[in-house]
């Protein structure tokens, strides 16, 4: 973020890029708005977007994209096979992610689909941090059950802790040694837990949490859908990591 300074001295935050396409709002009448909510049955999800002004459901795909987003999509391969596209993506993950394998979904929750068709059978348990909604359906409906090992003060809305994202140590290793290493198909990590407000976890967490799914020969699953929050925690909150860029953190 840039700053401009005027001459009285103070500083004002600027955004620097433009808008270049816009979207037309509408702003119902307050009566409208409550009749909306009331036929919705008090449901974000069954309200119409026509009587909505500023939506804050989801940050799923809503955004505005960028010039670059766009030209992307214009220089885009499609071949049916070998499309130079995957490639590039193929080669920017490995470059920022460091893995050497990659399978492509359209979604996070085709991500979860996937996963969970693949690694979880019946009576198997996923310990995690704390759940995403369509994470917790897709376990659930492939027989499995989750575990929400977050640390004590996760939940506390009050507390200043650092990292509220943060998995107990000591619950893990104690769940997987209750559960059986073979009744867990994975431990799952979510960067900036959603539904605890976006909570991070920190790099130290995370390695301890990848030390004892090591230790058990469990494979750890992140979810790296809000990464880009968890990654300026670690690097503004964390000691050991203020000086590294974000892609070291990353890596
Ligand atoms: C932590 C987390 N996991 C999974 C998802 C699902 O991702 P998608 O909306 O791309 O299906 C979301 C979406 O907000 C999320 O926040």
């Avoid at 994209?65 to 193929?90: C, I, K, P, V, W």
């Avoid at 939940?155 to 867990?184: E, P, Q, V, Y």
């Amino acid at each position: 973020m840039s700053e401009i300074k005027f001459y009285y001295g103070d500083a004002v935050p600027l955004e620097m890029h433009k808008v270049r396409i816009v979207q037309k709002l509408e702003l119902k009448p307050i009566e409208r708005r409550l009749q909306a909510v009331t036929e919705a049955g008090n449901n974000t999800f069954l309200l119409k977007n026509r009587d909505i002004y500023l939506d804050m459901l989801t940050d799923s795909g809503v955004n505005a994209m960028s010039d670059n987003q766009l030209a992307a999509m214009m220089r885009a391969d499609d071949s049916y096979a070998g499309s130079e596209t995957f490639t590039r993506l193929e080669d920017k993950v490995r470059e920022i992610f460091g893995k050497q394998f990659f399978l492509p979904a359209h979604q996070g929750r085709a991500c979860e689909n996937i996963l969970s068709q693949v690694f979880v059978r019946p009576g198997t348990v996923v310990p995690m941090n704390y759940h995403f909604t369509t994470v917790k359906s897709h376990i659930v409906l492939n027989g499995g059950s989750i575990e929400e090992l977050t640390i004590e003060e996760g939940l506390k809305a009050t507390s200043s802790c650092l990292f509220k994202g943060n998995m107990d140590i000591d619950r893990l290793r104690a769940s997987i040694k209750r559960h059986g290493a073979d009744k867990i198909p994975f431990v799952r990590l979510e960067a900036g837990t959603n539904l605890i407000g976006g909570q991070p976890f920190s790099l130290e967490n995370m390695r301890e949490v990848r030390g004892v799914c090591d230790e058990f020969g469990v494979p750890l699953v992140l979810d790296a859908s809000l990464l880009a929050d968890n990654l300026y925690f670690i690097k503004t909150r964390e000691a050991a990591c203020k000086t590294l860029s974000f892609r070291d953190i990353t890596l």
